[in-house]
């Protein structure tokens, strides 16, 4: 017999990976929500890599959600991004907190496009890709959500 796991449990972490739009819609789902500091947002110009820590509800638990509310750091990078725009965020206020509603691709040329970001508060992310290349990986184990409620989520 063997001792138990962390990844053989219920909060296994998630490592999920995006190459169309039909990925990132699910990658949208999870990160619904999704809260980070201003200053957590980092754009690698030379590696093409744009990504993002969040702390992200975990949707995944589907009704267990609401007996005991979780969330978990995440990194959510993206791969070929040639620019980065955003609007509506104070990148110099320290405690600006921003709040993801959702992620969407929109065509150029494709594979190429745009991955916008839309934050709550009117807030926005653009990032030029030459194509979709995001992962979104759990890097700490799940915590009891400070709030101990539960975001309201269309399903």
Same mark, same amino acid.
């Given at each position: 017999?063997? +001792? #138990?796991?962390?990844?053989?449990? &219920? @909060?296994?972490? %998630?490592?999920?990976? #995006?190459?169309? !739009?039909? +990925?990132?819609? =699910?990658? /949208?789902? %999870?990160?619904?929500?999704?809260?980070?500091? /201003?200053?957590?947002? &980092?754009?690698?110009?030379? !590696?093409?890599?744009? #990504?993002?820590?969040?702390?992200?509800?975990?949707? @995944?638990?589907?009704?267990?959600? /609401?007996?005991?509310?979780? &969330?978990?750091?995440?990194?959510? !990078?993206?791969?070929?991004?040639? /620019? =980065?725009?955003?609007?509506?965020?104070?990148?110099?206020?320290?405690?600006?907190?921003?709040?993801?509603?959702?992620?969407?691709?929109? =065509? !150029?040329?494709?594979?190429?496009? $745009?991955?916008?970001?839309?934050?709550?508060?009117?807030?926005?992310?653009?990032? @030029?890709?030459?194509?979709?290349? #995001?992962?979104?990986? +759990?890097?700490?184990?799940?915590?009891?959500?400070?709030?101990?409620?539960?975001?309201? $989520?269309?399903?």
């Amino acid at each position: 017999m063997t +001792d #138990a796991r962390f990844e053989d449990g &219920r @909060e296994a972490p %998630l490592n999920l990976g #995006a190459v169309d !739009a039909e +990925d990132l819609k =699910v990658m /949208a789902s %999870l990160t619904q929500d999704a809260v980070f500091p /201003a200053t957590e947002m &980092r754009w690698d110009k030379a !590696a093409q890599r744009f #990504a993002l820590l969040l702390n992200r509800f975990r949707w @995944e638990e589907g009704t267990a959600r /609401a007996m005991s509310p979780e &969330r978990v750091q995440s990194v959510l !990078a993206f791969d070929t991004v040639t /620019a =980065v725009a955003s609007s509506g965020i104070d990148r110099g206020d320290k405690d600006t907190i921003l709040s993801v509603l959702t992620i969407e691709f929109v =065509v !150029a040329d494709a594979p190429s496009g $745009h991955i916008v970001i839309t934050l709550a508060g009117d807030g926005a992310i653009r990032l @030029e890709v030459e194509a979709i290349e #995001a992962t979104l990986k +759990d890097v700490t184990k799940p915590y009891l959500a400070p709030s101990k409620t539960t975001p309201s $989520h269309p399903e």
